[in-house]
């Protein structure tokens, strides 16, 4: 079964920080990984999706890249701003259950004025 | 291009209860898939449909039943519920397996 893991759970910086986040899976057959925001007690905003295939995709000041040799993904937040306050989700999908989505627990970022 | 629906928002329901959720997908998608998200947790996959047959199962007892309907929305029941049913329900829909679009979710609470 897949499991993924998102390293630091939580995360607080001041505003105009660059900064990483973590994403590791067991498994590294993966259909796609896909990076999600969530604000307390809200739905998911898709914020990246990299396919199998690719290796990194970008929008804006976020970068997302993918080694899926080794099982890890990275966020990649440039010049972060208070409105970027939120809980950051990755999650994969495999070809056995292409369906399904695992999730990570998420790493919950603060960035201070 | 309208995004994925849900409704209600918020819901209380007593132990034993059952509680039926509702999702309409997005505009092309025909594949709409049901996460339970406790306080604290990433979502936990609960089933997916497609074109109104079920397409996988999570780790769920029979309690949590779906339906898909011709248009592509989609109920989630939960029967006998639970105080550990209470969480934050998410329905995704997709077109193909190349990523999904979530709802804002329903907050159900059992008391």
């Known amino acids: 079964k897949q499991e993924v893991t998102q390293i630091p759970a939580a995360l607080s910086v001041p505003e105009g920080e660059n900064l990483v986040l973590n994403c590791s899976f067991t498994?590294?057959?993966?259909?796609?990984l896909q990076w999600f925001r969530q604000d307390p007690g809200k739905g998911l905003t898709s914020l990246l999706l990299?396919?199998?295939?690719?290796r990194e995709q970008t929008s804006g000041r976020l970068n997302a890249s993918l080694d899926k040799s080794s099982g890890r993904s990275t966020l990649y937040i440039a010049a972060s701003q208070p409105g970027d306050s939120a809980t950051y989700l990755c999650?994969?999908?495999?070809?056995?259950?292409?369906?399904?989505?695992?999730f990570g627990t998420g790493t919950s970022l603060t960035v201070i004025p | 291009e309208t995004g994925v629906t849900q409704s209600p928002t918020h819901l209380i329901k007593t132990r034993g209860q059952q509680v039926t959720l509702r999702c309409s997908s997005q505009?092309?998608?025909?594949?709409v898939s049901w996460y339970q998200q406790a306080l604290g947790q990433g979502p936990q996959f609960i089933f997916q449909?497609?074109?109104?047959?079920?397409?996988g199962r999570g780790n769920f007892p029979p309690r949590f039943s779906g339906l898909q309907f011709p248009n592509y929305s989609s109920e989630l029941n939960v029967n006998a519920l639970e105080l550990d049913d209470s969480a934050l329900y998410l329905c995704?829909?997709?077109?193909?397996?190349?990523?999904?679009?979530f709802g804002s979710g329903t907050r159900l609470t059992v008391v």
């Open positions: 995704a829909s997709s077109s193909n397996y190349y990523g999904y679009t």
């Open positions: 498994d590294s057959a993966i259909y796609n």
């Open positions: 990299i396919q199998s295939s690719q």
């Open positions: 999650a994969v999908s495999s070809p056995d259950t292409g369906n399904q989505f695992y």
């Open positions: 505009s092309g998608h025909n594949t």
């Open positions: 449909y497609y074109r109104e047959e079920e397409n």
